[in-house]
Protein backbone atom coordinates (compact mmCIF):
# COMPACT_ATOMS: atom_id res chain seq x y z
CA UNK A 1 0.00 0.00 0.00
CA UNK A 2 2.89 2.14 1.18
CA UNK A 3 4.32 1.51 -2.16
CA UNK A 4 1.46 2.48 -4.45
CA UNK A 5 1.49 5.83 -2.91
CA UNK A 6 4.59 6.45 -2.92
CA UNK A 7 4.87 5.50 -7.12
CA UNK A 8 1.49 7.91 -6.91
CA UNK A 9 3.37 10.69 -5.48
CA UNK A 10 6.45 9.79 -8.15
CA UNK A 11 3.81 9.90 -10.24
CA UNK A 12 2.81 13.43 -9.34
CA UNK A 13 6.20 15.21 -9.15
CA UNK A 14 7.02 14.15 -12.76
CA UNK A 15 3.79 16.41 -13.57
CA UNK A 16 5.41 19.85 -12.14
CA UNK A 17 2.78 20.62 -10.56
CA UNK A 18 2.77 24.29 -9.47
CA UNK A 19 1.27 26.82 -6.90
CA UNK A 20 -0.08 30.13 -8.66
CA UNK A 21 0.82 33.31 -6.63
CA UNK A 22 0.08 36.59 -6.43
CA UNK A 23 1.12 39.07 -9.64
CA UNK A 24 4.70 39.62 -9.62
CA UNK A 25 5.50 43.69 -9.23
CA UNK A 26 9.29 43.81 -9.28
CA UNK A 27 11.96 43.32 -11.77
CA UNK A 28 9.17 42.29 -14.45
CA UNK A 29 7.84 45.66 -14.76
CA UNK A 30 11.18 47.39 -14.68
CA UNK A 31 11.17 50.00 -17.40
CA UNK A 32 14.32 50.87 -19.51
CA UNK A 33 14.30 54.68 -20.68
CA UNK A 34 16.36 56.49 -22.82
CA UNK A 35 16.48 60.37 -22.93
CA UNK A 36 17.84 61.93 -25.97
CA UNK A 37 18.21 66.02 -25.26
CA UNK A 38 19.03 68.38 -28.31
CA UNK A 39 22.28 70.45 -27.66
CA UNK A 40 22.18 72.00 -30.66
CA UNK A 41 23.12 75.97 -30.72
CA UNK A 42 19.62 76.93 -30.58
CA UNK A 43 19.34 75.50 -27.57
CA UNK A 44 20.85 78.57 -26.70
CA UNK A 45 17.42 80.71 -27.41
CA UNK A 46 16.42 82.80 -24.02
CA UNK A 47 12.52 82.25 -24.26
CA UNK A 48 13.11 80.21 -21.17
CA UNK A 49 13.14 81.67 -17.75
CA UNK A 50 15.75 82.19 -15.94
CA UNK A 51 18.12 81.83 -18.46
CA UNK A 52 17.70 79.74 -21.57
CA UNK A 53 15.96 76.21 -23.16
CA UNK A 54 19.37 74.32 -22.46
CA UNK A 55 19.02 75.63 -19.08
CA UNK A 56 15.72 74.66 -18.17
CA UNK A 57 15.52 71.22 -20.10
CA UNK A 58 18.59 70.03 -17.56
CA UNK A 59 17.07 71.18 -14.76
CA UNK A 60 13.48 69.37 -15.26
CA UNK A 61 15.26 66.97 -16.48
CA UNK A 62 16.91 66.24 -13.48
CA UNK A 63 13.81 66.52 -11.92
CA UNK A 64 12.71 63.60 -13.72
CA UNK A 65 15.25 61.50 -13.56
CA UNK A 66 15.76 61.34 -9.30
CA UNK A 67 11.84 61.12 -9.65
CA UNK A 68 12.76 57.59 -10.77
CA UNK A 69 12.43 53.80 -8.76
CA UNK A 70 13.29 50.93 -9.87
CA UNK A 71 13.73 51.92 -13.67
CA UNK A 72 16.64 52.12 -15.62
CA UNK A 73 17.65 55.35 -17.24
CA UNK A 74 20.38 56.40 -19.77
CA UNK A 75 21.02 59.45 -22.03
CA UNK A 76 21.83 60.13 -25.54
CA UNK A 77 22.93 63.44 -26.48
CA UNK A 78 22.71 64.96 -30.03
CA UNK A 79 22.85 68.38 -32.54
CA UNK A 80 24.55 67.48 -35.94
CA UNK A 81 25.93 63.78 -34.49
CA UNK A 82 24.31 61.59 -31.49
CA UNK A 83 26.58 59.84 -28.64
CA UNK A 84 25.12 57.79 -25.75
CA UNK A 85 25.93 60.42 -22.83
CA UNK A 86 25.38 57.92 -19.87
CA UNK A 87 24.33 54.10 -20.71
CA UNK A 88 20.79 52.72 -18.97
CA UNK A 89 21.76 52.47 -15.11
CA UNK A 90 19.96 52.88 -11.67
CA UNK A 91 22.78 55.26 -10.52
CA UNK A 92 20.58 58.24 -10.74
CA UNK A 93 22.50 60.67 -8.74
CA UNK A 94 25.51 59.80 -11.02
CA UNK A 95 23.46 60.52 -14.55
CA UNK A 96 21.96 63.49 -12.74
CA UNK A 97 25.63 64.79 -12.43
CA UNK A 98 26.47 63.93 -16.35
CA UNK A 99 23.24 66.27 -17.14
CA UNK A 100 24.34 69.03 -14.98
CA UNK A 101 27.80 68.54 -17.76
CA UNK A 102 25.84 69.23 -20.90
CA UNK A 103 26.68 72.18 -23.00
CA UNK A 104 25.40 73.45 -26.54
CA UNK A 105 27.97 73.06 -29.23
CA UNK A 106 29.47 69.94 -27.39
CA UNK A 107 28.72 67.57 -30.72
CA UNK A 108 28.69 70.42 -33.67
CA UNK A 109 25.29 71.71 -34.88
CA UNK A 110 22.46 70.96 -36.68
CA UNK A 111 19.82 68.44 -35.22
CA UNK A 112 20.57 65.04 -36.15
CA UNK A 113 17.10 63.35 -34.98
CA UNK A 114 16.69 60.54 -36.70
CA UNK A 115 20.62 59.61 -35.39
CA UNK A 116 19.59 60.52 -31.85
CA UNK A 117 16.63 57.77 -32.03
CA UNK A 118 18.85 55.64 -33.27
CA UNK A 119 21.97 55.72 -31.19
CA UNK A 120 19.09 55.34 -28.29
CA UNK A 121 17.64 52.40 -29.66
CA UNK A 122 21.06 50.60 -29.91
CA UNK A 123 21.19 50.87 -26.46
CA UNK A 124 17.75 49.15 -25.85
CA UNK A 125 18.23 46.77 -28.36
CA UNK A 126 19.35 44.25 -25.81
CA UNK A 127 17.04 45.14 -23.26
CA UNK A 128 14.59 42.60 -21.74
CA UNK A 129 12.69 44.85 -19.64
CA UNK A 130 8.77 44.81 -19.63
CA UNK A 131 8.85 47.88 -21.38
CA UNK A 132 11.41 50.28 -23.75
CA UNK A 133 10.73 53.69 -24.01
CA UNK A 134 12.94 56.81 -25.83
CA UNK A 135 12.01 60.32 -24.55
CA UNK A 136 13.08 63.05 -27.04
CA UNK A 137 13.42 66.66 -26.66
CA UNK A 138 14.26 69.07 -29.30
CA UNK A 139 13.51 72.59 -30.08
CA UNK A 140 14.11 72.19 -33.84
CA UNK A 141 13.65 70.41 -37.61
CA UNK A 142 15.83 67.41 -38.26
CA UNK A 143 18.63 69.18 -40.38
CA UNK A 144 21.24 66.57 -40.13
CA UNK A 145 22.19 62.84 -40.09
CA UNK A 146 22.11 60.07 -42.28
CA UNK A 147 19.18 58.49 -40.77
CA UNK A 148 15.87 59.67 -41.21
CA UNK A 149 13.78 60.59 -38.45
CA UNK A 150 10.77 58.21 -40.22
CA UNK A 151 13.19 55.49 -40.76
CA UNK A 152 14.47 55.48 -37.27
CA UNK A 153 10.55 55.38 -36.08
CA UNK A 154 10.44 52.18 -37.60
CA UNK A 155 13.07 50.71 -36.16
CA UNK A 156 12.01 51.76 -33.40
CA UNK A 157 8.56 49.85 -33.78
CA UNK A 158 9.77 46.94 -34.89
CA UNK A 159 11.94 46.48 -31.49
CA UNK A 160 8.98 46.80 -29.65
CA UNK A 161 9.96 50.67 -28.56
CA UNK A 162 8.19 53.73 -27.58
CA UNK A 163 8.99 57.18 -28.61
CA UNK A 164 7.74 59.96 -26.66
CA UNK A 165 8.67 63.71 -27.89
CA UNK A 166 8.85 67.14 -26.40
CA UNK A 167 9.21 69.88 -28.61
CA UNK A 168 11.04 72.68 -26.40
CA UNK A 169 10.04 76.47 -27.77
CA UNK A 170 7.63 77.84 -29.61
CA UNK A 171 8.15 78.75 -33.43
CA UNK A 172 8.33 82.20 -34.76
CA UNK A 173 11.05 84.87 -33.63
CA UNK A 174 12.73 84.26 -30.31
CA UNK A 175 15.36 86.15 -28.43
CA UNK A 176 18.56 84.56 -29.00
CA UNK A 177 21.77 86.01 -27.52
CA UNK A 178 23.97 87.99 -29.65
CA UNK A 179 27.11 88.76 -28.47
CA UNK A 180 28.39 91.40 -25.36
CA UNK A 181 28.42 94.70 -26.18
CA UNK A 182 31.00 97.07 -24.84
CA UNK A 183 29.86 96.33 -20.79
CA UNK A 184 29.77 92.87 -21.04
CA UNK A 185 26.44 92.36 -21.30
CA UNK A 186 24.85 89.70 -23.47
CA UNK A 187 23.34 91.56 -26.40
CA UNK A 188 20.07 89.47 -27.45
CA UNK A 189 18.19 90.02 -30.67
CA UNK A 190 15.62 88.16 -32.01
CA UNK A 191 15.84 84.71 -34.04
CA UNK A 192 13.66 82.63 -35.79
CA UNK A 193 13.87 79.16 -35.13
CA UNK A 194 12.81 76.22 -37.52
CA UNK A 195 10.25 73.88 -35.82
CA UNK A 196 8.47 70.61 -37.04
CA UNK A 197 5.54 69.68 -34.74
CA UNK A 198 4.25 67.40 -37.66
CA UNK A 199 7.34 65.48 -37.65
CA UNK A 200 7.46 64.99 -33.92
CA UNK A 201 4.36 63.45 -33.79
CA UNK A 202 4.50 61.53 -36.59
CA UNK A 203 7.27 59.54 -34.97
CA UNK A 204 4.99 59.33 -31.39
CA UNK A 205 2.41 58.19 -33.37
CA UNK A 206 4.00 55.12 -35.47
CA UNK A 207 5.78 54.02 -32.13
CA UNK A 208 2.94 54.32 -29.83
CA UNK A 209 4.06 56.76 -27.73
CA UNK A 210 2.51 60.26 -27.36
CA UNK A 211 3.87 64.38 -29.00
CA UNK A 212 3.54 66.88 -26.16
CA UNK A 213 5.26 70.68 -26.69
CA UNK A 214 6.40 73.13 -23.98
CA UNK A 215 6.83 76.87 -24.14
CA UNK A 216 8.19 77.29 -20.32
CA UNK A 217 9.34 75.21 -17.87
CA UNK A 218 6.16 74.81 -16.14
CA UNK A 219 4.71 72.98 -19.24
CA UNK A 220 7.94 70.74 -19.74
CA UNK A 221 7.72 69.46 -16.43
CA UNK A 222 3.29 68.93 -16.80
CA UNK A 223 4.70 67.18 -20.10
CA UNK A 224 7.28 65.06 -18.48
CA UNK A 225 4.75 63.88 -15.86
CA UNK A 226 2.41 63.07 -18.32
CA UNK A 227 4.68 60.93 -19.78
CA UNK A 228 5.39 59.51 -16.14
CA UNK A 229 1.59 58.81 -15.75
CA UNK A 230 1.76 56.67 -18.91
CA UNK A 231 4.94 54.80 -17.84
CA UNK A 232 3.24 54.05 -14.76
CA UNK A 233 0.47 52.90 -16.04
CA UNK A 234 1.76 50.64 -18.30
CA UNK A 235 3.92 48.90 -15.33
CA UNK A 236 0.50 48.28 -13.52
CA UNK A 237 -0.62 46.50 -16.90
CA UNK A 238 2.30 44.76 -17.08
CA UNK A 239 2.28 43.84 -12.85
CA UNK A 240 -1.43 42.20 -13.59
CA UNK A 241 -0.33 40.35 -16.24
CA UNK A 242 2.41 38.59 -14.76
CA UNK A 243 2.21 35.47 -12.04
CA UNK A 244 4.43 34.04 -9.96
CA UNK A 245 4.54 29.88 -9.79
CA UNK A 246 5.89 28.09 -6.47
CA UNK A 247 7.44 24.81 -7.48
CA UNK A 248 5.56 22.16 -5.86
CA UNK A 249 7.47 18.88 -7.16
CA UNK A 250 10.64 18.77 -5.02
CA UNK A 251 7.66 18.07 -1.86
CA UNK A 252 6.23 15.46 -4.01
CA UNK A 253 9.42 13.81 -4.82
CA UNK A 254 9.72 14.04 -0.92
CA UNK A 255 6.95 12.41 0.10
CA UNK A 256 7.61 9.47 -2.26
CA UNK A 257 11.15 9.03 -0.44
CA UNK A 258 9.51 9.44 2.89
CA UNK A 259 6.71 6.79 2.15
CA UNK A 260 9.59 4.19 0.69
CA UNK A 261 11.62 4.80 3.47
CA UNK A 262 8.69 3.83 5.73
CA UNK A 263 7.91 0.80 4.17
CA UNK A 264 11.89 -0.06 4.08
CA UNK A 265 11.47 0.73 7.68
CA UNK A 266 8.16 -1.35 8.87
CA UNK A 267 9.66 -4.67 6.54
CA UNK A 268 12.82 -4.57 8.66
CA UNK A 269 10.88 -4.57 11.58
CA UNK A 270 8.64 -7.47 10.55
CA UNK A 271 11.28 -9.28 10.11
CA UNK A 272 13.20 -8.68 13.18
CA UNK A 273 10.61 -10.71 15.01
CA UNK A 274 11.49 -13.68 13.16
CA UNK A 275 15.11 -15.32 13.76
Do not use: H
Not at 239 to 264: D, I, K, N, R
Amino acid sequence: MLRVLALSFVCLALARPQLVGPPRGDKATGIDIMLALDASGSMRAADFQPKDRMFVAKKSITEFVLSRKSDRLGLVVFAGEAATWTPLTLDYSMLAKMVEEIETGVLGDGTAIGTAIGTALNRLRSSDAQSKVIVLLTDGDNNAGEISPTKAAEFAKELGVKVYTVLIGRGGPVPFPAGKDLFGRVVMRNQVIPINPELLEKIATMTGGAAFSASDKNELDRSLAEILDSLEKSKLEGALGVETYAELFPWSVAAALALLFLELLLRSTRLSRFP
